[in-house]
């Protein structure tokens, strides 16, 4: 499409993990991007806008300016100084080649990993390329889990037997009230369908809730009744509503009964004890105590009245939909919080109903994506992804108890790491300082290469470091984060910069090296690739144009969306179509972790759990305030950290409340330390009654920068977070901290 005679309009969408995919329009003049346009209501017709967001309209200032990373490099300092040398392509091919084998030789493939990195989000990435290249070189380390939803995705496992417990959003509209619980779709996104039906659903009078620490900004755009909520509190919290809705009578004893297991004594998996059940403990049978509002009070800081009337809200409200996002879940017991909003759902009967929600990850897949063919692990064994540091350090020692699956151990330590368009190496993993030190004794972790657009903190730490390409720079198929029923594709904007590579085409050389080349590319090149996968996708997705009309179009939203609601045949018939759980039933009580050692760790029933770095933690004493995360509306994670123009959106800073700041003599705007015993963040702060008295918060993704004591001044949460993984998922509880704060000198 061409506008004036040397501008042209190249159509490609968002490609990270963004929480939303959004079209892009490239602007392309004198071989770059000079401005973005977007999606409009017009151009989507009956569709939802698929509109970029401020970040989405930066893309070209992030990722195209003077800061790129231009050619590969060799590390020459001490691992993770960040001094590094220029090299040629050919001789960091060479060094991978040699290391790639020497590792697989010396330690065996099970010491080779391929860390979690979601900076490309698109059907074809390094990281699924390396993966595919060491399966057909005996194999590597794999793992289970995202960062994202480790937790609240294998609660909804445990319980639904599946991922698919959600409704399509336009079903939002038939609801008589929506509570969006620990959710903040104005900056998380979840596509841009979320916001578009909320926005409609406010329009159309529909109540709205928001429980959270914060009153986040969806609470403010949606003029959102906020009940603040302590953290890692919710499963109490959630715990006396259904106490109140079982002491009022307004449970769905039907459905309870027909289709879930677990929830009274009459109706316990056989053989185990009735008094285990789930009513058993919410009416005190078992430990004398009644988990009333009066009881949650003190926990959660939300007043008993104000639980009562949420409860009998939610209960009556027929059909409403309690909404979980993640931030719930990303906590040291994050699992409890998750299960107890699927027990909710369950006992007023919203499951399975048009208006209702089921809770849990809530995935609503109406269509197949495209997938890049894989060949088998032959290693075939896995961690939970947040637990690589632990295998770095003692993956001989990890065990199925450690959440290990495919064997009854590790062979080895992980003695490389394959970090491609990733930030968890340091950045937006846990405990900063703590993975940093594991890092840097290169006795440990013997190799480690990265690709990346930037010189962040975790390219600091490769022993190879290369230059990847941006969106605008390749093709690739772009995949809805969550809701969309759309594909996007990719057009290549601009010619890769510098000497900059997408990471197919090295490890396509890798591969030759090795003797794989053949089986690694069947003689495709990348835009090979994205043809044959979108092919084989319209098979079954038979609405798809062909390839070279999908290319040129730059997007494809499906016609034909078949209204979906999770669980209605199991609900209507749950002995013909019986949930794809062990006992065909949702699960409140867990057989599963009640026969096995995780008992010792987590309840089989959904019931609060005092966390680990909660208030009443002993830790409490010395540092008596909780902190959280958010992923702010400014960045995604840490893409954009180092666009100025951001910074303005919503400058990195410690959120506290107005009271906790007059006790250490804090003023607005003042420089504060925030520390712990992991670390410690010098940052400014911002006074608001936005967020609950003895709760700071700091969003997340901010770039780690230590000066040269060690204290960081970028603003980085994850100085201040912990490597422990939740009790059941093995999941990241990244929002669980303790911290005390302090006015800077
Ligand atoms: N702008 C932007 N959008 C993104 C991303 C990004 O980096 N930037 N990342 C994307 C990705 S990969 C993901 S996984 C999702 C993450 O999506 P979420 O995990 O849902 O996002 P968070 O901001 O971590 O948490 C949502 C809300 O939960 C609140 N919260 C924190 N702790 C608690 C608690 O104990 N109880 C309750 N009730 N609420 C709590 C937070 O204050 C926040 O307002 O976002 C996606 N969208
Ligand atoms: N404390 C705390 N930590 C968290 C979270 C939290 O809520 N709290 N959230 C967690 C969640 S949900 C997630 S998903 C993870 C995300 O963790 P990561 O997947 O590490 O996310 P990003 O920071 O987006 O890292 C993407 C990297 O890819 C690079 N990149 C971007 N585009 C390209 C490209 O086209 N090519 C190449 N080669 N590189 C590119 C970027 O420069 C960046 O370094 O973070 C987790 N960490
Ligand atoms: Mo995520």
């Known amino acids: 499409m061409e506008r004036a005679s040397d501008e042209k309009i190249i159509h490609t969408m968002g490609i990270n993990n963004c929480g939303g995919k959004c079209i892009i329009h490239a602007h392309v003049k004198n071989g770059t991007v000079v401005k973005i346009t977007t999606d409009t209501p017009e151009a989507a017709g009956d569709a939802v806008p698929l509109t970029a967001c401020v970040r989405g309209l930066n893309y070209h200032r992030t990722f195209l300016g003077d800061d790129r990373l231009r050619w590969p490099m060799k590390r020459v300092g001490a691992r993770g100084e960040g001094k590094f040398e220029r090299i040629s392509w050919e001789e960091a091919v060479e060094t991978i080649a040699r290391e790639w084998a020497r590792i697989r030789d010396t330690y065996g493939p099970g010491s080779r990993y391929v860390n979690y ?133 307004l449970q769905d004893q039907d459905f309870l009964d027909r289709c879930c297991i677990g929830f009274d004594p009459g109706h316990m998996p056989t053989g185990v004890d009735p008094s285990e059940s789930y009513l058993s403990y919410l009416t005190g049978e078992k430990d004398g105590v009644p988990k009333t509002p009066e009881w949650a009070e003190p926990i959660t800081g939300v007043p008993a009245q104000t639980i009562r009337q949420l409860a009998i809200r939610y209960a009556t409200a027929k059909p409403a939909a309690l909404i979980q996002g993640y931030g719930a879940q990303r906590h040291a017991c994050g699992e409890q919080s998750a299960r107890g909003g699927m027990l909710l759902a369950c006992m007023t009967g919203n499951v399975g109903v048009s208006g209702g929600w089921a809770c849990g990850v809530a995935d609503c897949t109406r269509h197949a994506w495209p997938q890049l063919p894989m060949p088998a692990n032959p290693y075939g064994r896995q961690i939970p992804s947040y637990l690589w540091t632990e295998a770095v350090v003692r993956g001989h020692e990890l065990k199925p108890i450690d959440g290990v699956t495919g064997g009854d151990g590790l062979d080895s330590d992980i003695k490389m790491i394959v970090n491609l368009a990733g930030n968890c190496l340091i950045n937006q993993h846990g405990d900063v300082n703590r993975t940093a030190e594991i890092l840097r004794d290169p006795s440990k972790c013997e190799f480690i290469l990265c690709s990346d657009l930037f010189m962040t903190a975790s390219a600091k730490f490769a022993d190879i470091l290369l230059p990847g390409v941006s969106l605008f720079e390749c093709e690739n198929i772009s995949m809805p984060w969550k809701y969309g029923d759309f594909l996007g594709f990719n057009n290549q904007c601009i010619e890769p910069l510098y000497e900059c590579r997408f990471e197919y085409d090295w490890l396509a050389e890798v591969a030759e090296r090795l003797g794989l080349g053949q089986a690694f590319t069947e003689g ?211 929002h669980t901290n303790l911290v005390e704060v302090r006015k800077a000198e």
């Open 117 to 249: 990195a979601t900076g490309v989000s698109g059907l074809l990435s390094g990281t699924k390329f390396a993966k595919r290249l060491m399966y057909l070189d005996g194999g590597c380390l794999g793992y289970y889990n995202s960062y994202s939803s480790a937790c609240i995705g294998q609660a909804t496992m445990q319980m639904y037997g599946t991922r698919e417990s959600g409704n399509p959003p336009e079903d939002w509209l038939n609801s008589k009230l929506i509570i969006l619980w620990g959710h903040n779709p104005v900056e998380t996104k979840f596509d841009c369908e979320t916001m578009f039906y909320l926005k409609k659903a406010k329009q159309k009078g529909i109540p709205i809730i928001v429980v959270d620490p914060r009153k986040n900004d969806t609470a403010l755009a949606l003029d959102a009744e906020w009940i603040p909520v302590l953290p890692a509190t919710d499963s109490a919290l959630l715990d006396a509503m259904a106490y109140v809705i079982w002491e009022n009578g």
């Open 524 to 734: 495709r090149t990348a835009s090979g690739w994205l043809e044959h996968c979108y092919n084989a996708l319209r098979r079954t997705e038979t609405e798809l144009p062909d390839y070279e009309s999908f290319k040129r179009a730059g997007i494809y939203r499906y016609r034909n969306n078949p209204r979906h609601i999770a669980f209605e045949q199991e609900r209507k018939d749950p002995q013909k179509h019986p949930f794809p759980t062990a006992s065909g039933k949702i699960e409140i009580f867990s057989e599963r972790i009640d026969r096995t050692e995780y008992r010792d760790f987590c309840p089989a029933i959904p019931r609060y759990v005092e966390p680990p770095e909660g208030r009443q933690d002993p830790l409490s004493r010395k540092y008596p305030l909780q902190m959280i995360g958010w992923h702010t509306k400014r960045r995604c994670h840490s893409v954009h950290d180092n666009n100025a123009a951001l910074h303005r959106v919503d400058p990195q800073c410690l959120w506290m409340h107005p009271e906790d700041a007059a006790v250490r003599g804090i003023q607005d705007g003042d420089e504060v330390m925030v520390y712990n015993d992991r670390g410690q963040v010098r940052i400014a702060v911002k006074l608001t009654d936005r967020i609950v008295r003895g709760v700071t918060a700091m969003s997340q993704g901010a770039w780690y920068r230590p000066d040269e004591k060690g204290v960081d001044r970028g603003g980085s949460i994850n100085v201040l977070t912990s490597l422990r993984p939740t009790p059941y998922a093995r999941g990241n509880g990244q």
